[in-house]
């Protein structure tokens, strides 16, 4: 929305497109109650695996979901000062794969075309809106390989664009050498040296009696 600044992460943009409010912790302080269930699992948790001989990763999850969280709940859980769910009913119109999705920016090509990891890609639809020329488009990738451009608002499902490849030629090629001088045979006229034949006039060609 305009006026409005967004979060500069992935995450932060898909808490604000859920209407999600994100509050940061700026100091230690701000972060108590994470940071002590963090030692609190990096302590107490270690410690009830093993004693109860728990080795592998199978067990300790059944053994977390089963008893640990429950007792952990009853022991250190603090009561809210106000009931009722603090949940907001979901939008079933927002699409979640789009929401949820790795997000880049790409600088509009020729031809309604963006370049995106080495591929060039196109709108699936031909009717979709032209992209204008040297504009910055977000990219989304869904994790199902799916690429969306955002243009106004709105999803454009993107195409690859066929590149036919060069023809690649699979002849050895020779390298070029050092050319042999050519020896000219012995009877070449080179051998005997050039020799100019004096000329032989008669008196007619020349003029004189």
């Not at 709940?73 to 979640?96: K, Q, T, W, Y």
């Not at 000329?199 to 060609?205: E, L, M, P, S």
Request: net charge positive; charged share 25%.
């Amino acid at each position: 929305m305009s006026g409005t600044e967004l979060p500069l992460s992935n995450f932060g943009k898909a808490l604000y497109e859920l209407g999600i409010k994100q509050i940061t912790a700026h100091s230690p302080q701000a972060k108590g109650r994470i940071e002590r269930l963090w030692n609190t699992f990096q302590d107490r948790l270690i410690a009830e695996l093993r004693f109860s001989s728990i080795t592998n990763i199978a067990d300790a999850n059944k053994m977390i979901a089963e008893g640990f969280i429950s007792d952990y709940n009853r022991r250190f859980a603090v009561l809210p000062h106000e009931d009722g769910s603090a949940c907001m009913p979901f939008d079933r119109s927002i699409d979640l794969g789009l929401v949820f999705s790795i997000r880049d920016t790409r600088r509009a090509g020729g031809g309604n075309t963006i370049s995106y990891k080495g591929e060039i890609y196109t709108p699936e639809d031909e009717k979709s809106p032209v992209f204008v020329r040297g504009r910055i488009l977000e990219v989304r990738e869904t994790f199902d390989g799916a690429v969306y451009v955002i243009q106004n608002g709105m999803p454009v499902l993107m195409k690859k664009v066929f590149r036919a490849q060069k023809a690649i030629d699979i002849g050895v090629k020779k390298k070029a050498g050092v050319v042999s001088p050519h020896k000219p045979a012995s009877d070449h006229p080179w051998r005997g040296g050039f020799k100019i034949k004096p000329a032989i006039y008669n008196n007619t060609q020349t003029g004189r009696g």
